[in-house]
């Protein structure tokens, strides 16, 4: 089974190997490793080679999934544009830890800030990560439809807040002391075109 999964992982898209690789590495529970440069496909393929020695196919296949991941990521950081609408972008910054995946970045305007965070997780994340996902979609506020996906307004106070669940799974979520949510709301808008 193994063998196959690894077999297929090497051979398909990065989507559809995260799946299967996720699924070898929660079988086995091995903790990942920082991921340096290296090419998914090779390590998917060194994993395949290694069988039918266990023990390294299973450390070769954490590799590939660590790998694949990293590129996930990397491609969901790309996603975060340098300019939207008349924000410009800050520096991006990406977390990672116990499972769950942050990408952070900030836009200014004149004296106007927009946050903007996505939270995904990884094959190591617990069902704490699965639950606490959950929990930020589960507010009452308005809700709105921003590029398919659904918002809702969990503002608070003087401070905007708009959590928007991601179709991919994870959430991103923009907030402002600095505009009304209407404006966080458009930005929103812009910034999934």
């Given at each position: ?35 340096a ?13 290694a ?52 990408i ?11 946050r903007?965070q ?76």
């Open positions: 089974m193994i063998r196959q999964l690894l077999l297929n992982a090497a051979g398909r898209s990065l989507k559809t190997a995260v799946g299967a690789g996720t699924v070898a590495v929660a079988l086995c529970f091995v903790p990942l490793v920082q991921a440069e290296e090419n998914p496909t090779q390590a998917c393929k060194d994993a395949f080679d069988w039918p020695d266990a023990e390294q196919a299973l450390r070769d296949a954490t590799w590939c999934v660590e790998q694949l991941e990293q590129a996930k990521q990397d491609a969901m950081a790309n996603r975060f544009k340098d300019e939207v609408g008349d924000f410009v972008g800050q520096q991006v910054q990406q977390n990672r830890a116990m499972g769950m995946v942050t952070d970045r900030s836009y200014r305007a004149g004296n106007r800030t927009i903007v996505q939270i995904t997780t990884t094959s190591e994340a617990n069902p704490f990560a699965a639950i606490a996902s959950m929990a930020q979609m589960a507010g009452s506020g308005r809700k709105y439809r921003i590029a398919g996906q659904t918002g809702v307004d969990m503002s608070q106070g003087n401070k905007a807040v708009l959590n928007v669940a991601n179709q991919e799974g994870g959430s991103t979520n923009f907030e402002s002391n600095d505009v009304p949510i209407d404006v966080l709301v458009s930005f929103a808008k812009e910034f999934f075109e």
